[in-house]
């Protein structure tokens, strides 16, 4: 879905939430893009670092956790979260510190797995998580909701999953 969502926009600074091995904060890099790549994971960060193939200086790989320190606001002209398990909370604090981190005229495109594609035996509760039709919800006036739709997966799923739809929002953020 980055793709489809991301091509055509004016390469800026991206923040790739929960990067993993990196294939996000590559491709972004690969067209132009300058990316934080964020994870928790210190394994994960150190393989995508190995791995990488993009132009010396566009992506810096980075341990943090977002749901505890948030991103610089106003920073990003591309904030992808790409199936990141965000915690729902009452105040919204981890997910407003994600929001404040688009740029004015910036883009959110947050990219889930559908609900209804998910076993009923799961070990935990997929509701104690935003899906991306919980966040369009809870976007302000300064927001502009650009897609927020359920899609066909355009790459199978692995073997053993169940995905084969996906939930996509692409916002954008208002010029200030």
């Not at 190995?50 to 106003?74: I, N, Q």
């Not at 729902?88 to 889930?112: I, M, Y």
């Not at 909701?145 to 359920?150: A, M």
């Amino acid at each position: 879905m980055l793709v489809a969502e991301v091509t055509g926009l004016a390469p800026g600074q991206a923040l790739d939430v929960g990067c993993g091995e990196g294939g996000d904060a590559l491709w972004l890099a690969g067209r132009g893009w300058q990316v934080t790549a964020v994870d928790i994971s210190p394994t994960a960060l150190a393989r995508a670092a190995a791995a990488a193939t993009e132009p010396a200086g566009r992506v810096s790989w980075a341990r943090a956790d977002l749901t505890a320190t948030p991103p610089p606001a106003g920073s990003f002209d591309l904030v992808s979260v790409q199936y990141f398990p965000l915690p729902r909370r009452p105040d919204h604090g981890p997910l407003r510190g994600l929001l404040s981190a688009v740029a004015p005229g910036g883009t959110l495109l947050v990219v889930g797995h559908d609900l209804a594609d998910l076993p009923p035996d799961l070990p935990f509760d997929p509701g104690d998580y935003y899906q991306p039709a919980d966040i369009a919800a809870l976007l302000g006036d300064d927001w502009t909701v650009l897609v927020n739709e359920t899609r066909p997966r355009v790459v199978p799923a692995p073997p053993g999953t169940h995905h084969t739809h996906d939930t996509v929002l692409r916002a954008l953020r208002a010029k200030v």
